[in-house]
């Protein structure tokens, strides 16, 4: 009885502890770290069960244990998960069933022994063994998956030991079992085990194929030579393993069907989003096709927020990465609150055209991080194509822009009037040649108005072009040899024309001749002539 306790104590605190884990480290999936705390208990149920000389119930909850165990590694399985290779493990799977019913067949016999140890422990044993070892493998170094693997360890030697030598020593290895797994529930290292990865293309391989054919044909094989040498006797056992085996056959060949669906439909979206991309004329041509895009290759659940900027200054300073050396990134994370929710950002950056949009922009996705995982790499295509339509349309609008300019300057080379068109950082994009005559000298490279107006008539000038509409300005322009000239600036907001994209200014000198009463502005704008325009206004109307 106090062995029995003893057992209990062990289970219980053990499923404690992972359950205590999960709810501490809050991993991604807690499907398999509950499943292998039931395993645990299962596990314990068996020893106390055996303490108590209950032997033909403890089979059961050690077979129960053995199915929850397999049922927690295949959830690891899953998409996204750490064991990407899915079909290696369910191809190991198959193998180990049909290597057990020819033990069981064969060797063991209808006594289920090998002298006084359990063949269908043993292999169980050494099934979990070489799963969870695999999943060590997979995982690379994780103090988590190491601890799992001495748990394994543990029991493949107790189960070998213990009916030889029967003892507390000998039943050690089920008291590390017990300590290893919850041990490796409270590690930090135990989210590594269920967060999302990339999933990896595995290529065809002719041993796997011809392993899991071994693994199909062996139950038939099997009960073919039982048949032959007179009555089946393990006719039960060969239909089981029959089950299992075909079961974990239509499993892989299922999952073979949706990759390959996935793929199609990734393939048909992108090459959609492809065509809309290189019909779209602008950039609310191009947010709607990669919105429409995300909206088929993704699961309408699965996405929280999309957000499509298309300069760097849209985006907080989270979105964007420290500069390092090398090539830069196609996408990053940014963490969130939930861990079952995570921000992918993947950049509008193409290195040989980052002089056509240099702003940037990314496209950014907030989302289940699984689901993002998955399809990370065809969210890194659908950005790039994204990138590359805007540049197309930027470049266009470019050689728009500087068509326009080129017969803008044609129609106005000899003419007397002043034209100007200014971006929105009032830089000089074009300049009539009257401007240079009028200031006696040639603008400076990346000029901005600023640059060509008294320093008294600044503040104005960028009131004026901060708001949006048309208007008229009254300032005084500097000349190369210092001295001043009234010009009436008359400018046409055209920010939104896809050709021009900027200000279009037309000014008029008022210093030309004589200042006669044509010649001053009207009496209603008196007042947004500078100080001593308006003095001198007053002078020439009072003749003082």
């Given at each position: 009885?106090?062995?029995?306790?003893?057992?209990?104590?062990?289970?219980?605190g053990?499923?404690?502890?992972?359950?205590y884990?999960?709810?501490?480290?809050?991993?991604?999936?807690?499907?398999?770290?509950?499943?292998?705390a039931?395993?645990?208990?299962?596990?314990?149920?068996g020893?106390?069960?055996?303490?108590?000389?209950?032997?033909?119930?403890?089979?059961?909850?050690?077979?129960?244990m053995?199915?929850?165990?397999?049922?927690?590694?295949?959830?690891?399985?899953?998409?996204?998960a750490?064991?990407?290779?899915?079909?290696?493990?369910?191809?190991?799977?198959?193998?180990?069933?049909s290597?057990?019913?020819?033990?069981?067949?064969?060797?063991?016999?209808?006594?289920?022994?090998?002298?006084?140890?359990?063949?269908?422990?043993?292999?169980g044993?050494?099934?979990?063994?070489?799963?969870?070892?695999?999943?060590?493998?997979?995982?690379?170094?994780?103090l988590?998956?190491?601890?799992?693997?001495?748990?394994?360890?543990?029991?493949?030697?107790?189960?070998?030991?213990?009916?030889?030598?029967?003892?507390?020593?000998?039943?050690?290895?089920?008291?590390?079992?017990?300590?290893?797994w919850?041990?490796?529930?409270?590690?930090?290292?135990?989210?590594?085990?269920?967060?999302?990865a990339?999933?990896?293309?595995?290529?065809w391989?002719?041993?796997?194929?011809?392993?899991?054919?071994?693994?199909?044909?062996?139950?038939?094989?099997?009960?073919?030579i039982?048949?032959?040498?007179?009555t089946?006797?393990?006719?039960?056992?060969?239909?089981?393993?029959?089950?299992?085996?075909?079961?974990?056959?239509?499993?892989?060949?299922?999952?073979?069907?949706?990759?390959?669906?996935?793929?199609?439909?990734?393939e048909?979206?992108?090459?959609?989003?492809?065509?809309?991309?290189?019909?779209a004329?602008?950039?609310?041509?191009?947010?709607?096709?990669?919105?429409?895009?995300?909206?088929?290759l993704m699961?309408?659940?699965?996405?929280?927020?999309?957000?499509f900027?298309?300069?760097?200054?849209?985006?907080?300073?989270?979105?964007?990465?420290?500069?390092?050396?090398?090539?830069?990134?196609?996408s990053?994370?940014?963490?969130?609150?939930?861990?079952?929710?995570?921000?992918?950002?993947?950049?509008?950056?193409?290195?040989?055209?980052?002089?056509?949009?240099?702003?940037?922009?990314?496209?950014?996705?907030?989302?289940?991080?699984?689901?993002?995982?998955?399809?990370r790499?065809?969210?890194?295509?659908?950005?790039?194509?994204?990138?590359?339509?805007?540049?197309?349309?930027?470049?266009?609008?470019?050689?728009?822009?500087?068509?326009?300019?080129?017969?803008?300057?044609?129609?106005?080379?000899n003419?007397?009037?002043?034209?100007?068109?200014?971006?929105?950082?009032?830089?000089?994009?074009?300049?009539?040649?009257?401007?240079?005559?009028?200031?006696?000298?040639?603008?400076?490279?990346?000029?901005?108005?600023?640059?060509?107006?008294?320093?008294?008539?600044?503040?104005?000038?960028?009131?004026?072009?901060?708001?949006?509409?048309?208007?008229?300005?009254?300032?005084?322009?500097?000349?190369?040899?210092?001295?001043?000239?009234?010009?009436?600036?008359?400018?046409?907001?055209?920010?939104?024309?896809?050709?021009?994209?900027?200000?279009v200014?037309?000014?008029?000198?008022?210093?030309?001749?004589?200042?006669?009463?044509?010649?001053?502005?009207?009496?209603?704008?008196?007042?947004?002539?500078?100080?001593?325009?308006?003095?001198?206004?007053?002078?020439?109307?009072?003749?003082?």
């Amino acid at each position: 009885m106090l062995r029995a306790l003893e057992w209990i104590v062990l289970g219980i605190g053990s499923a404690g502890a992972i359950v205590y884990g999960v709810r501490r480290h809050r991993p991604a999936r807690t499907g398999p770290w509950l499943l292998l705390a039931g395993a645990i208990v299962a596990s314990a149920a068996g020893d106390v069960l055996t303490a108590l000389n209950r032997p033909g119930v403890a089979d059961f909850c050690f077979y129960a244990m053995i199915v929850l165990v397999a049922g927690s590694l295949l959830q690891l399985t899953r998409v996204g998960a750490i064991l990407v290779d899915r079909a290696r493990l369910i191809d190991l799977l198959a193998f180990a069933c049909s290597t057990l019913l020819v033990v069981s067949v064969f060797v063991v016999g209808d006594a289920g022994r090998i002298g006084n140890v359990s063949g269908a422990y043993v292999i169980g044993a050494l099934l979990l063994l070489a799963v969870v070892a695999r999943l060590l493998v997979a995982v690379g170094r994780n103090l988590s998956a190491v601890l799992l693997v001495a748990g394994a360890v543990g029991v493949l030697v107790s189960d070998i030991v213990q009916p030889l030598w029967p003892g507390r020593l000998s039943e050690s290895g089920f008291v590390v079992l017990y300590l290893a797994w919850g041990a490796a529930a409270l590690h930090p290292s135990m989210v590594r085990l269920t967060e999302p990865a990339t999933p990896r293309p595995s290529p065809w391989l002719g041993r796997w194929a011809a392993l899991l054919g071994i693994s199909v044909a062996t139950p038939p094989v099997v009960l073919l030579i039982e048949a032959v040498h007179g009555t089946v006797g393990d006719g039960v056992v060969i239909a089981v393993a029959g089950a299992i085996t075909l079961l974990l056959t239509i499993t892989r060949l299922t999952d073979s069907v949706t990759l390959n669906g996935q793929a199609l439909t990734r393939e048909r979206g992108l090459r959609e989003a492809s065509a809309a991309l290189v019909a779209a004329a602008d950039t609310p041509a191009v947010d709607g096709a990669v919105r429409a895009a995300i909206a088929q290759l993704m699961p309408p659940d699965a996405i929280r927020s999309t957000v499509f900027a298309i300069d760097d200054r849209q985006l907080t300073l989270e979105a964007v990465p420290e500069p390092e050396g090398g090539p830069p990134p196609r996408s990053w994370w940014v963490e969130e609150a939930d861990h079952d929710y995570a921000t992918l950002v993947c950049p509008l950056w193409l290195e040989p055209l980052a002089v056509a949009r240099p702003g940037g922009g990314a496209l950014i996705l907030v989302g289940r991080r699984d689901t993002l995982t998955a399809t990370r790499d065809t969210l890194e295509v659908l950005a790039g194509q994204a990138a590359l339509a805007l540049d197309r349309i930027s470049l266009v609008e470019a050689v728009g822009r500087r068509d326009s300019d080129l017969y803008l300057r044609a129609v106005v080379r000899n003419s007397a009037d002043i034209m100007v068109v200014i971006d929105e950082d009032q830089r000089i994009r074009y300049a009539s040649p009257s401007l240079r005559e009028l200031l006696g000298a040639d603008l400076p490279p990346l000029a901005a108005l600023d640059d060509l107006v008294h320093p008294d008539d600044r503040n104005q000038l960028r009131q004026a072009f901060r708001s949006s509409g048309d208007g008229v300005v009254f300032c005084s322009l500097l000349r190369a040899d210092g001295s001043r000239v009234l010009v009436e600036a008359t400018y046409r907001d055209l920010r939104d024309d896809r050709l021009v994209q900027g200000f279009v200014v037309t000014m008029r000198d008022f210093t030309q001749g004589r200042e006669s009463a044509e010649q001053l502005p009207r009496r209603d704008n008196l007042d947004e002539l500078p100080a001593r325009v308006n003095r001198r206004s007053a002078r020439h109307k009072f003749r003082y």
